[in-house]
């Protein structure tokens, strides 16, 4: 019994320090390329990352997408990243050594020669359609496709279908009460794939989805810090089960 409620006292500790990464994390003006990204942890341990920088002043790389797994040490920093989609080049995450990273509350922070990287959560306290927002397995199995929209009024949307991959960016401005989004494509790696290719009427918030309105239809994208399957509460419901468990055992005891 003491090493079952030790277990799942273990399990809430680990998935509560794990979701300190959880979510997205804003870089600007990063590198060479003077980049913009957004970097995305997902609870299952998959990463995102849209890179949108200027390839002539840094033409190591290219604006686009990585995509891969990742595991985190809360109390070391440890991060390790094994990238399987490389769309952006020599940017990125796929050519860096070793990170170490530290969350603390809404700031990602990576000790680095000459001076330490820190990103913000891309989050915004006045609007609640800012933060990266994925969509998954559409059209295909497999596929992931992360819609950030950024405080600024810009936007990175980055997808991976079967390994290939395109990034756009461009600028919206959406009206919270009415839902009306209107958008304007700045570039993109792929014509036809992504945003570019649709007509974007509205917004609508939904818990922890977005829903787009659009001329193929509506897309629901689902925030991506929103855990698919909150494990802490599961053990919690363990804990509670193994309590009525010993509760039992007392009864019988007494009598």
């Known amino acids: 019994m003491r090493r079952l409620i030790l277990s799942a006292l273990l ?16 870089g600007v003006d990063l590198g060479d390329a003077g980049g ?4 995305s942890f997902f609870p299952d341990g998959e990463y995102f990352l849209n890179d949108h920088g200027d390839p002539v002043r840094d033409p190591t790389g290219r604006p686009g997408v990585e995509r891969g797994t990742y595991t985190w040490n809360e109390q ?13 080049g020599r940017w990125g995450l796929s050519n860096d050594p070793p990170l170490t990273v530290f969350v603390t509350g809404d700031t990602l922070d990576v000790p680095a020669v000459p001076a330490d990287l820190v990103l913000p959560r891309l ?17 295909a199995p497999g596929d992931l496709t992360v819609l950030s929209f950024l405080p600024d009024g810009t936007y990175l949307f ?82 509670s089960g193994l309590g009525l468990v010993a509760a039992g055992r007392r009864i019988r005891f007494r009598r």
């Open 158 to 239: 980055g997808t991976d279908r079967s390994g290939a991959s395109a990034l756009e960016s461009g600028r919206y401005v959406w009206d919270p009460s009415s839902g009306a989004l209107g958008l304007t494509i700045a570039d993109t790696t792929s014509a036809g794939v992504g945003l570019n290719g649709l007509s974007v009427a509205s917004a609508t918030i939904d818990g922890n989805d977005v829903l787009i309105d659009s001329s193929a239809g509506q897309i629901r994208f689902t925030n991506v810090a929103a855990a698919p399957v909150p494990e802490p509460s599961a053990a919690v419901l363990l804990l």
């Open 76 to 88: 070391t920093g440890a991060l390790g990243i094994v990238t399987k989609v490389d769309g952006d």
């Open 11 to 26: 399990l809430v500790s680990v998935n509560a320090s794990a979701a300190s990464i959880w979510g997205s994390w804003l």
């Open 123 to 139: 989050t915004s306290p006045t609007s609640p359609l800012v933060g990266s927002w994925s969509l998954r397995d559409d059209p």
């Open 36 to 39: 913009v990204v957004t970097l």
